[in-house]
Protein backbone atom coordinates (compact mmCIF):
# COMPACT_ATOMS: atom_id res chain seq x y z
CA UNK A 1 0.00 0.00 0.00
CA UNK A 2 1.28 3.44 -0.80
CA UNK A 3 1.92 5.97 1.93
CA UNK A 4 -0.92 8.25 1.08
CA UNK A 5 -4.09 6.57 -0.55
CA UNK A 6 -5.96 8.53 -2.50
CA UNK A 7 -9.61 8.25 -2.21
CA UNK A 8 -11.74 7.53 -5.11
CA UNK A 9 -14.26 10.63 -6.47
CA UNK A 10 -16.30 12.64 -9.04
CA UNK A 11 -16.17 15.41 -10.58
CA UNK A 12 -19.27 16.67 -11.99
CA UNK A 13 -18.68 18.67 -15.93
CA UNK A 14 -20.87 20.71 -17.03
CA UNK A 15 -20.45 20.35 -21.17
CA UNK A 16 -21.41 23.18 -22.44
CA UNK A 17 -20.39 26.27 -19.36
CA UNK A 18 -17.64 23.31 -18.74
CA UNK A 19 -18.06 24.06 -15.17
CA UNK A 20 -17.32 21.78 -11.74
CA UNK A 21 -18.80 20.73 -9.24
CA UNK A 22 -17.85 20.44 -6.11
CA UNK A 23 -14.76 22.70 -5.34
CA UNK A 24 -12.67 23.20 -8.44
CA UNK A 25 -9.16 25.15 -8.62
CA UNK A 26 -10.59 28.21 -10.89
CA UNK A 27 -7.82 30.40 -13.10
CA UNK A 28 -9.15 33.03 -14.94
CA UNK A 29 -7.12 34.22 -17.86
CA UNK A 30 -7.79 37.91 -19.06
CA UNK A 31 -6.89 39.52 -22.34
CA UNK A 32 -4.88 42.15 -19.89
CA UNK A 33 -2.37 38.96 -18.84
CA UNK A 34 -1.80 38.35 -22.45
CA UNK A 35 0.14 41.30 -23.65
CA UNK A 36 2.76 40.87 -26.37
CA UNK A 37 0.57 37.16 -27.39
CA UNK A 38 -1.33 38.82 -30.37
CA UNK A 39 0.13 40.61 -33.08
CA UNK A 40 -1.93 43.39 -32.52
CA UNK A 41 -2.12 44.59 -28.13
CA UNK A 42 -5.94 44.66 -27.34
CA UNK A 43 -7.36 47.97 -27.07
CA UNK A 44 -10.07 47.14 -24.42
CA UNK A 45 -9.52 44.08 -21.45
CA UNK A 46 -11.57 41.37 -21.40
CA UNK A 47 -12.03 37.96 -19.80
CA UNK A 48 -10.32 35.77 -22.52
CA UNK A 49 -10.70 32.03 -20.69
CA UNK A 50 -11.29 30.28 -17.40
CA UNK A 51 -9.24 26.86 -16.53
CA UNK A 52 -11.40 24.95 -14.07
CA UNK A 53 -8.71 22.38 -12.70
CA UNK A 54 -9.38 18.89 -10.73
CA UNK A 55 -7.50 18.99 -7.68
CA UNK A 56 -4.95 16.20 -7.15
CA UNK A 57 -1.16 15.68 -6.34
CA UNK A 58 1.16 16.89 -9.13
CA UNK A 59 2.77 13.74 -9.34
CA UNK A 60 4.09 11.56 -12.27
CA UNK A 61 1.55 8.58 -11.07
CA UNK A 62 -1.45 10.82 -10.78
CA UNK A 63 -3.41 11.98 -13.54
CA UNK A 64 -4.45 15.62 -13.57
CA UNK A 65 -7.11 17.42 -15.67
CA UNK A 66 -8.90 20.89 -16.25
CA UNK A 67 -12.11 21.92 -18.22
CA UNK A 68 -11.00 25.06 -20.19
CA UNK A 69 -13.58 27.66 -21.13
CA UNK A 70 -12.31 29.94 -24.31
CA UNK A 71 -14.38 32.72 -24.86
CA UNK A 72 -15.18 33.79 -28.32
CA UNK A 73 -14.01 36.84 -29.99
CA UNK A 74 -10.81 38.34 -31.84
CA UNK A 75 -7.99 40.77 -31.25
CA UNK A 76 -7.77 42.54 -34.42
CA UNK A 77 -8.19 39.37 -36.70
CA UNK A 78 -6.88 37.38 -34.89
CA UNK A 79 -8.71 35.02 -32.93
CA UNK A 80 -9.04 34.62 -28.96
CA UNK A 81 -6.20 31.38 -28.01
CA UNK A 82 -4.71 30.34 -24.76
CA UNK A 83 -1.01 31.54 -23.89
CA UNK A 84 0.08 28.11 -24.74
CA UNK A 85 2.73 26.42 -23.36
CA UNK A 86 5.52 23.38 -23.05
CA UNK A 87 5.45 20.88 -20.57
CA UNK A 88 8.64 21.80 -18.21
CA UNK A 89 9.19 17.97 -18.47
CA UNK A 90 8.89 17.55 -22.12
CA UNK A 91 7.97 14.49 -22.94
CA UNK A 92 4.62 14.60 -20.85
CA UNK A 93 1.41 14.14 -23.30
CA UNK A 94 -1.80 15.20 -23.26
CA UNK A 95 -5.54 14.45 -24.10
CA UNK A 96 -8.13 17.24 -24.99
CA UNK A 97 -11.57 16.20 -25.85
CA UNK A 98 -13.73 19.11 -26.97
CA UNK A 99 -16.89 19.08 -25.02
CA UNK A 100 -18.75 22.34 -27.27
CA UNK A 101 -17.82 24.76 -29.32
CA UNK A 102 -15.38 24.88 -32.61
CA UNK A 103 -11.89 25.79 -32.68
CA UNK A 104 -8.29 24.80 -33.31
CA UNK A 105 -5.80 23.14 -31.62
CA UNK A 106 -2.38 24.58 -32.84
CA UNK A 107 0.54 22.63 -31.48
CA UNK A 108 4.49 22.96 -32.32
CA UNK A 109 7.96 21.49 -31.59
CA UNK A 110 10.67 23.25 -30.64
CA UNK A 111 12.43 22.86 -34.14
CA UNK A 112 9.67 24.84 -35.25
CA UNK A 113 7.61 22.42 -37.01
CA UNK A 114 3.52 23.21 -36.87
CA UNK A 115 0.54 21.14 -36.81
CA UNK A 116 -3.09 22.20 -36.17
CA UNK A 117 -6.19 20.05 -35.77
CA UNK A 118 -9.89 20.53 -35.76
CA UNK A 119 -11.50 21.09 -32.02
CA UNK A 120 -14.99 20.04 -32.79
CA UNK A 121 -17.64 18.62 -30.05
CA UNK A 122 -16.92 14.96 -29.22
CA UNK A 123 -13.07 15.24 -30.90
CA UNK A 124 -10.30 13.27 -28.70
CA UNK A 125 -7.17 15.06 -29.59
CA UNK A 126 -3.50 14.01 -29.03
CA UNK A 127 -0.87 15.83 -27.99
CA UNK A 128 2.14 13.93 -27.78
CA UNK A 129 5.26 15.04 -25.58
CA UNK A 130 7.58 17.60 -27.07
CA UNK A 131 4.54 19.17 -28.38
CA UNK A 132 3.89 22.71 -27.40
CA UNK A 133 -0.21 23.47 -27.20
CA UNK A 134 -2.53 26.41 -27.66
CA UNK A 135 -6.06 26.28 -28.65
CA UNK A 136 -8.04 28.82 -30.70
CA UNK A 137 -11.40 29.70 -30.41
CA UNK A 138 -13.03 30.17 -34.28
CA UNK A 139 -16.57 30.13 -33.25
CA UNK A 140 -18.91 32.61 -32.17
CA UNK A 141 -20.04 30.54 -28.87
CA UNK A 142 -17.44 29.43 -25.93
CA UNK A 143 -14.36 26.90 -26.90
CA UNK A 144 -15.06 24.15 -24.05
CA UNK A 145 -12.53 21.15 -23.43
CA UNK A 146 -11.25 18.61 -21.36
CA UNK A 147 -8.01 18.40 -20.88
CA UNK A 148 -6.09 15.58 -19.04
CA UNK A 149 -2.51 15.74 -18.57
CA UNK A 150 0.41 13.88 -16.44
CA UNK A 151 0.47 14.96 -13.05
CA UNK A 152 4.22 16.38 -13.29
CA UNK A 153 3.91 17.83 -16.48
CA UNK A 154 4.39 21.26 -15.10
CA UNK A 155 4.23 24.68 -17.28
CA UNK A 156 6.76 26.05 -19.72
CA UNK A 157 5.51 29.28 -20.93
CA UNK A 158 8.28 31.39 -21.37
CA UNK A 159 9.47 29.51 -24.54
CA UNK A 160 5.88 30.44 -26.17
CA UNK A 161 6.18 33.95 -24.62
CA UNK A 162 9.53 34.46 -26.19
CA UNK A 163 9.19 33.11 -29.68
CA UNK A 164 5.21 32.59 -30.38
CA UNK A 165 4.04 29.78 -32.46
CA UNK A 166 5.03 29.05 -35.66
CA UNK A 167 1.50 29.97 -37.19
CA UNK A 168 -1.23 32.19 -36.16
CA UNK A 169 -4.95 31.55 -36.89
CA UNK A 170 -6.33 35.07 -37.90
CA UNK A 171 -10.43 35.61 -39.85
CA UNK A 172 -9.54 36.48 -43.81
CA UNK A 173 -12.92 37.74 -43.97
CA UNK A 174 -14.42 34.51 -44.74
CA UNK A 175 -13.32 32.46 -41.89
CA UNK A 176 -10.62 31.27 -40.03
CA UNK A 177 -7.49 31.19 -41.67
CA UNK A 178 -4.06 29.39 -40.82
CA UNK A 179 -0.91 31.66 -41.61
CA UNK A 180 2.53 31.99 -40.95
CA UNK A 181 3.00 33.89 -37.46
CA UNK A 182 5.17 36.98 -39.27
CA UNK A 183 6.32 37.52 -35.30
CA UNK A 184 7.82 33.54 -34.98
CA UNK A 185 11.45 33.80 -32.99
CA UNK A 186 11.69 38.00 -33.79
CA UNK A 187 10.24 39.96 -30.64
C1 LIG B 1 -5.76 23.05 -21.05
C2 LIG B 1 -4.59 22.39 -20.42
C3 LIG B 1 -4.22 23.16 -19.19
C4 LIG B 1 -3.99 24.62 -19.54
C5 LIG B 1 -5.19 25.22 -20.23
C6 LIG B 1 -5.00 26.65 -20.70
O1 LIG B 1 -6.83 22.92 -20.18
O2 LIG B 1 -3.51 22.34 -21.32
O3 LIG B 1 -3.06 22.59 -18.63
O4 LIG B 1 -3.68 25.37 -18.38
O5 LIG B 1 -5.49 24.42 -21.35
O6 LIG B 1 -3.84 26.80 -21.48
P1 LIG B 1 -2.58 27.66 -20.99
O7 LIG B 1 -2.11 27.06 -19.67
O8 LIG B 1 -1.58 27.49 -22.08
O9 LIG B 1 -3.01 29.05 -20.80
ZN1 LIG C 1 -0.31 21.04 -21.41
Keep these: MPEELLQPFTVQLDFTSGLLAPDPVVLDRRLSDMQGYFLEEPAADALAYSVHEIHVPKTSNNLLSST ?20 AVRDRAEIYLTLSGQGLLVMATEDGTAKTL ?70
Design 68 to 87: TVLAPGKVGNEFFMTKGHFH
Design 118 to 187: DMTPGGASYVPGHWAHRSVNTGDEPLVFYAVYIGDAGYDYATIADEGFPVVVVDNGQGPEVVENPRYRRS
